[in-house]
């Protein structure tokens, strides 16, 4: 299994941005397509963001398509999540996901590694 820790996570006004970070340990984490997932408070977690293991082939949520950008660094070993024109309703904790194979095929995607998230607050 690969083992996740997030960071960037805070507190930004309106309109802000923040750059969330995951760091993977072990060796195999280009083996795996990634994800960022998210949760608010009394919701159920949602989907944000995935890329596949090369970092070509990049997925969003409606939600998020056109202020948010995912990327990786394989060999930095770390997963991306750049958060621009942010607002209120992006409120939640964010977390980070290794998928049990490298690619990403929707809804369907198996997801066995996760993070244990990181809180982020947009003010109004």
């Known amino acids: 299994q690969v083992q996740l820790v997030e960071s960037g996570g805070g507190l930004v006004q309106a309109g802000g941005s923040l750059r969330l970070s995951c760091l993977a340990s072990g060796r195999t984490f280009s083996d795996h397509a990634m994800g960022w997932f998210r949760q608010a408070p009394g919701k159920e977690r949602e989907f944000v963001a995935a890329v596949g293991w090369r970092g070509i082939l990049t997925y969003y949520a409606d939600s998020v398509k056109g202020r948010f950008t995912i990327s990786r660094d394989n060999t930095k070993r770390t997963l991306y999540l750049q958060m621009n024109s942010l607002k209120p309703e992006d409120t939640a904790v964010y977390s980070c996901?290794?998928?049990?194979?490298?690619?990403?095929?929707?809804?369907?995607?198996?997801?066995?590694?996760w993070g244990q998230g990181t809180q982020v607050t947009v003010s109004s």
């Open positions: 996901a290794a998928a049990v194979g490298n690619a990403y095929f929707g809804a369907t995607t198996a997801f066995g590694s």
